[in-house]
């Protein structure tokens, strides 16, 4: 009779265990990440929701790719063209607007190329190309080296010239992009809230901002279950649904570092 009960508990046991098991992977880009974002978010919305979130934080091309192979449930990302690649191909439910930035040039104080101050992120690319100064690029088909590149191509800027000397690919993320343009006295472009939140700054400063074709959305979108099975759809969307919530937006615009407001909600519906 003792043997019939104990195998009876660990049923039971593994029974609510199981139904217990809550948790989802979240695909998301390293800005997210290391900007702090994350830290402050995820524990309010499992804390409303009693769902877990394991966050990959990789650059947003690798967060879409780990998205087709169903290896998340969720993606958050910020590469608009791609994201509705993604979709149109399929592997998405619905994309939703959740939050955006918006992009800086950071470099030494003492500014060789002359762009501190200027608006327009086009002339400062040219300038910083016409130095030849060094500038450290994600080269990690990221969301924000997707967005780099396009701002060289909108300057007239060859990069194939300037890879053997000035431009360097590092393939990685924001935050050890960061540390290398710091150590190196070099040129970058990063989201403002990862160089917020960035402490390792040494003679780095931020020295062009505000041009429109800075703006950096952020968008979310459930991986489709009717391609990988095993997506957990009603948790993810719950997600999701938390993300663009009234409650959700107001986390988002809650998260501040030295009160700095770093990331500004706008959901779509």
Known sequence: MKRIMTFGAVLLWSTIAFAQDHTITVASTTSTEQSGLFGYLLPLFSK????DVKVVAVGTGQALDIGRRGDADVVFVHDRPAEDKFMSEGHGVKRFDVMYNDFVIVGPKSDPAKIAGGKDVAEALRKIAAAKAP???RGDKSGTHAAELRLWKEAGVDLGAGKDGWYREIGQGMGPALNMASSSNAYLLSDRGTWLSFKNRGELALLTEGDKRLFNQY???LVNPAKHSNVKAQDGQAFIDWLIS??????IAGYKVGGE???FPNASH
């Open 261 to 263: 407001q770093l990331f």
């Open 135 to 137: 500038f450290i690029s």
């Open 246 to 251: 009234p409650r959700g937006q107001e986390a």
């Open 219 to 221: 968008g979310v979108m």
């Open 48 to 51: 409303a929701s009693g769902i």
